[in-house]
C-alpha cells in the first residue's frame, strides 16, 4: 500500500519488551526456540490526545475500529489552498485483531475537517474472519533458516558489496507474529497495490527487526525482507 504522505519528524520506533520462555546455554544450539506473539492493538497516544481523535473522528463520521493511533500533531500550518490549525494522526492498521503490516494509515484535518485527498487509505478487500493457521511453529522456524541470509543489506554506495546475515541467527530464538501484508508486496508487479491482503507469518530473532522472512500462511512460501541502508 502507498504510504502517501511521509513527514520527517513522524519516525516512529515503538520499542517492545518481551519475556520469552526460551532460554539456552551459549553452547546449546536454539534448535526449537520460536515463539508465537500476539501485539496489542492499543493506542500509544496520551489520552488527551486520543480524546482529541476521537473528537475529530467523530465530528467527520470516521470510525477508530481497528486502529492503532501512536501519532497525533496539531500545529499552525500554512500551504496554497489553507492556513491555518491541522491536525496529522497517524495509526497501525488492524482487522481481526491482527496487524496489517508495513502499513500505516495517516489523517489530516484543516480546521477539523477530514481531508480524504490527503491520505490513501485502504479500499480493497477486507479479509475475511478466519483467522485459523497451517503453517506450524517447527516449519516457521526451519522456514526462516533456510531463507534469512537472503536478507541482504545494501550499504551506503562507498560498499560495493551486500552485507549477508552470519550464521550466529541459527541458534537464536525466534519470533513469530500472525498478520496481514498487502498481496502486491511480493508478486513482482503482476497485481496492483491496495486490492487485497493476505495472512502471513511476520519470523525475526528476538529483537523483532532484522533479518525478517515473511511465510504466507496459506501456502508456506517465504519472502525474506531486505532493508535498505542509508
Excluded at 500476539?38 to 481497528?66: C, E
Excluded at 496489517?100 to 484535518?109: L, N
Excluded at 479500499?123 to 522456514?143: N, V
Amino acid at each position: 500500500m502507498k504510504k502517501t504522505l511521509k513527514f520527517p519528524y513522524w519516525l516512529s520506533f515503538v520499542l517492545t519488551f518481551l519475556t520469552i520462555s526460551c532460554s539456552k546455554h551459549h553452547d546449546t544450539p536454539a534448535v526449537d526456540c520460536i515463539t508465537r506473539i500476539d501485539v496489542s492493538h492499543t493506542s500509544t497516544v496520551p489520552t488527551a490526545q486520543m480524546d482529541s481523535i476521537s473528537t475529530l473522528f467523530s465530528l467527520n463520521s470516521l470510525s477508530t475500529a481497528g486502529l492503532q493511533f501512536y501519532f497525533f500533531m496539531s500545529g499552525n500550518f500554512g500551504a496554497p489552498g489553507f492556513s491555518g490549525i491541522q491536525e496529522q494522526v497517524a495509526a497501525n492498521v488492524f482487522y481481526n485483531d491482527l496487524p496489517v503490516f508495513a502499513y500505516d494509515q495517516y489523517f489530516i484535518f484543516n480546521a477539523g475537517i477530514y481531508q480524504p485527498t490527503a491520505t490513501s487509505p485502504y479500499t480493497g478487500q477486507i479479509p475475511g474472519p478466519d483467522t485459523t493457521t497451517r503453517q506450524t511453529l517447527d516449519y516457521l522456524r526451519t522456514a526462516y533458516l533456510d531463507h534469512y541470509q537472503q536478507d541482504t543489506l545494501w550499504p551506503p554506495t562507498a560498499i560495493s558489496h551486500p552485507v549477508i546475515p552470519g550464521t550466529a541467527y541459527r541458534d537464536s530464538c525466534l519470533l513469530a507474529e500472525l498478520g496481514y501484508i498487502d498481496a502486491a508486496t511480493f508478486s513482482k508487479g503482476t497485481v496492483p497495490y491496495g486490492l487485497s491482503l493476505i495472512k502471513v507469518w511476520k519470523v525475526s530473532p528476538l529483537s523483532g527487526g532484522y533479518p525478517m522472512v515473511y511465510v504466507v500462511d496459506s501456502t508456506g512460501v517465504c519472502f525474506p525482507v531486505s532493508p535498505i541502508l542509508i
